[in-house]
Nanobody, 120 residues
Framework: QVHLTESGGALVQPGGSLRLSCAASGTISSIYTMAWYRQVPGEQRGLVAAITSSSNTNYADSVKGRFTISRDNAKNTVYLQMNSLKPEDEAVYYC??????????????WGQGTQVTVSS
């Protein structure tokens, strides 16, 4: 059994910064791609940033230059540093990881979501 636990969501003023964290726990052999998605009511969940096991990164155009994704493999944790936050960044943020929990299984796991509110 694998579980992802997110933290770091909060209310922040426009122009402010937040760092989200997502830690995986349970039966874990390897973690491949780690990613952050976000969703606002009435819209589909969309990719914000992803980082591969070799630390190659990919960002949505809307966050390039403002957000940074990183990972700590020793802690099975992915981070999202968000700077220069805008009201349009307000959403529920979800982490996702591709995890091998046995020799035969690689599955995608999601966190429970953390709310980021950007408002003055």
């Amino acid at each position: 059994q694998v579980h992802l636990t997110e933290s770091g969501g909060a209310l922040v003023q426009p122009g402010g910064s937040l760092r989200l964290s997502c830690a995986a726990s349970g039966t874990i052999s390897s973690i491949y791609t780690m990613a952050w998605y976000r969703q606002v009511p009435g819209e589909q969940r969309g990719l914000v940033a992803a980082i591969t096991s070799s630390s190659n990164t990919n960002y949505a155009d809307s966050v390039k230059g403002r957000f940074t994704i990183s990972r700590d493999n020793a802690k099975n944790t992915v981070y999202l540093q968000m700077n220069s936050l805008k009201p349009e960044d307000e959403a529920v943020y979800y982490c996702k990881m591709s995890i091998r929990s046995s020799p035969y299984n690689v599955d995608a796991y999601w966190g429970q979501g953390t709310q980021v509110t950007v408002s003055s």
